[in-house]
């Protein structure tokens, strides 16, 4: 497999799963997950990652309903590259 495809699969699947439009959209629209069998890389790395417990990151209106400290740490990008 090419290693830019794993990557490109992978940083989408992140996207994806940390993205609280995204996740919002998955809800509303429910013929828009892929079945099992049209599934590709990503969205078998995106059920991973929710399977394993990552979670969508707070909007901005939530985070300023919190502290300046929570505020910050939800704008932590976890990423290496």
């Not at 290693?3 to 940083?11: F, G, I």
């Not at 790395?45 to 707070?58: M, T």
Request: net charge negative; charged share 20%.
């Amino acid at each position: 497999m090419d290693t830019t495809a794993l990557t490109n699969a992978w940083l989408a699947a992140v996207y994806r799963t940390r993205s609280p439009a995204y996740q919002h959209f998955i809800q509303e629209v429910p013929g828009a997950k892929p079945s099992r069998a049209d599934r590709t890389l990503t969205d078998a790395i995106e059920s991973g990652l929710q399977d394993a417990g990552a979670k969508p990151l707070p909007t901005i209106n939530q985070a300023a309903a919190g502290s300046a400290s929570e505020a910050t740490s939800a704008q932590h990008v976890d990423r290496l590259v």
